[in-house]
């Protein structure tokens, strides 16, 4: 579940993501009915690293909620250490951040999982370079960090999660629509893929990446999870984005600055 955001723009790297956690609970009982679906709103799921050489890097991540029985946050102070004290490229970062999960995910994880992967986006800045690198992989099924908007002049969007309301803002449909369209018509996955490809430019919302500001960037990335919030809470279905909104942008000469946080409180009645 969840929705996490990563925008590369010419002036920096913005990462967001929801604090939501969204579990199955099973009944003790098996003629109980199906399992309970449960939300916990707290979670950290934009990750940083501690230590000063490791400040120009972060991560969101989405989808499955849990390795074993923790989330990916938790294990951070697993991971930190095997850093060391060394500024890593953003993609050793993707790297290594991969393999740890991978292995957790190898320890925790039944052999017959089914279920979505946990995905994670790593964007930040590698050590005098002008521009942002940003860098997806999912655990278990491709573990492998892929490059996105890999050019000197490419920026863009990266996102994932449940995307059924930002998907129809950005690309004009439904992310359910490409599977739709083969069945009702019989058609090969090619057929579909040409015909929303011939689509698309007519139907997305065109955003300027090339040149939004940092603002406008954080802007997009907070404007589609809200969204999203409110929309889920006027209809029927899983809710499972929402929680306070964390926003963080990266840029060449700062590294990692939180916009928005949350914070440990207590709840009284006073």
């Known amino acids: 579940m969840s929705l996490g955001v990563v925008i590369k723009g010419p002036e920096g790297v ?45 991560a969101v991540t989405y989808g499955a909620a849990l390795v074993g029985s923790r989330t990916a946050h938790s294990y951070l102070p697993e991971f930190e250490p095997a850093l060391g004290n060394e ?34 986006i790593v964007g930040g800045y590698d050590q005098d370079e002008p521009y942002g690198r940003v860098f997806l992989f999912s655990i278990p099924s491709e573990p492998g960090p892929a490059a996105q908007n890999p050019g000197m002049s490419e920026f863009g969007m990266t ?13 004009g449909y439904d992310p359910a629509l490409p599977e739709l369209l083969r069945r009702a018509l019989n058609w090969e996955e090619a057929q579909v893929r040409a015909l929303l490809g011939s689509l698309r430019p007519h139907m997305e919302w065109r955003i300027p990446y090339q040149v939004l500001p940092l603002q406008d960037c954080v ?52």
């Not at 009982?29 to 690293?49: I, Q, S």
């Not at 996102?159 to 690309?171: K, N, P, S, Y």
């Not at 929309?231 to 060449?252: D, K, M, P, Y």
Request: charged fraction near 20%; proline fraction near 5%; aromatic fraction near 8%.
């Open 14 to 58: 913005v990462l967001a993501a929801d604090s939501r956690v969204t579990l199955e609970a099973v009944h003790t009982d098996p003629e109980a009915g199906p399992p309970l679906v449960v939300n916990f709103d707290n979670a950290t799921k934009l990750l940083t690293f501690a230590g000063d050489p490791h400040k120009h890097v972060g």
């Open 87 to 120: 500024r890593l490229k953003v993609s050793e970062y993707a790297e290594r951040l991969s393999a740890f999960f991978a292995a957790r995910w190898a320890e925790t994880m039944p052999a017959t999982y089914q279920g979505q992967p946990m995905t994670f």
């Open 159 to 171: 996102w994932g999660g449940q995307l059924e309301i930002a998907t129809r803002l950005i690309h």
């Open 219 to 270: 802007d997009l990335a907070t404007f589609l999870i809200p969204t999203t919030i409110r929309a889920q809470g006027l209809s029927i279905g899983i809710r499972g984005v929402g929680g306070i909104i964390e926003v963080a942008i990266v840029t060449r000469t700062k590294g990692l600055e939180f916009v928005q946080r949350k914070t440990i409180r207590a709840e009284t009645d006073g």
